[in-house]
């Protein structure tokens, strides 16, 4: 009996420990932000009500389509994953995971992923499969290349913006792109401030494995934190644009102007200290931003 009890809680320990890699094999937390703005995207389609079926295979969808991306980004990575502090622990680059899996997963979720975004339109489905093209085997190897790499990698990183658009579409109807090109200039430009304060937090970590990704060659400088600015300062006024077109109503337009003023400020302090922790509330600061404006837009929507 006492056997028995061990080898059900071994057996239950493994499968936990397999469900936990698979958790860090998509980078969850990740994607699901990701899939958020997918979601609330396709819910501001004028006309399109909320449907808990519908919106939940549309997060299915999504989830695996990006977790597809992830798998690729950490198959490729595995040698400067296992580099870094704060990836050396994934499960393939910890060899918990072999890379046959991991593409196996990647190729799996990609085909079901993309299957399900082809049920509520075309466009959606391609445009899923140009972000995980774009993430996995452009941005990914790019990296290590050049830090035009957050560039190339805020198109893909926005993309779910027009994907959830598009998956409100109508067959057989013409449809108007606007606010899935507005949704996408949001998520666009609130990656750099966001990402570069990852990459100022992470610069050591960054470094070891090679990567380049903060706009100057030599690491966290005024520069960066200047760029930082410029962006969260663009932001303003594509914040307006929801309003303009009349995708939601006033109420959403003064909060989404407040928020980007606090990205600028907290941008600004970061050019004025020049610290990891000035970048920390940086890269805090855009974690809530994103989730404020599009529940936000959401909330106020006028269609």
């Known amino acids: ?13 493994a499968l936990a420990s397999k469900v936990k890699d698979y958790f860090l094999l998509i ?23 909320f449907d808990l079926i ?26 400067t994953d296992a580099l870094m502090k ?26 079901a992923g993309c299957s399900i975004m082809y049920s509520f339109s075309m466009e959606a489905a391609l445009l899923s499969l140009l972000s995980l093209i774009l993430y996995g085997f452009v941005y990914t190897p790019l990296k290590k290349v050049n830090s035009i790499a957050v560039l190339v990698g805020a198109f893909p990183g926005a993309l779910p913006c027009l994907i959830g658009w598009t998956a409100g579409f109508e067959p057989g109807l013409h449809h108007n792109w606007t606010g ?4 996408f200039a949001i998520q666009f430009l609130w990656q750099f401030p966001h990402f570069w304060a990852i990459a100022w937090v992470a610069h050591k970590d960054y470094s070891t494995a ?12 005024k520069f960066t934190a200047l760029q930082a600015i410029i962006y969260s300062a663009m932001m303003i006024p594509v914040g307006l644009l929801p309003y303009t077109y009349h995708i939601s109503g006033i109420t959403s337009m003064w909060i989404l102007l407040a928020c980007n003023l606090f990205m600028v400020f907290v941008s600004v302090m970061l050019f004025i200290k020049m610290d990891i922790a000035s970048a920390r509330k940086v890269m805090f600061s855009s974690y809530f931003y994103l989730m404020i404006v599009f529940l936000s837009l959401y909330a106020d929507k006028l269609q």
Do not use: H
């Open 86 to 111: 704060r990836t050396a622990k994934r499960p393939i680059a910890s060899g918990r995971m072999s890379m046959a899996e991991g593409w196996t997963f990647a190729a799996i979720s990609a085909i």
């Open 180 to 183: 899935g090109w507005i949704l």
């Open 210 to 221: 090679g990567f380049k990704l903060l706009p100057s060659d030599k690491g966290p400088t």
């Open 1 to 13: 009996m006492q056997e028995k009890k061990t080898i059900s809680n071994s057996t239950s320990f």
């Open 27 to 49: 980078k969850f937390t990740l994607s699901f932000m990701v899939v958020f703005s997918s979601v609330i995207s396709y819910l501001l389609v004028p006309n399109v009500q």
């Open 54 to 79: 519908r919106v939940l295979l549309l997060f299915v969808g999504g989830m695996l389509v990006t977790g597809s991306a992830n798998a690729i980004n950490q198959v490729l990575e595995k040698d």
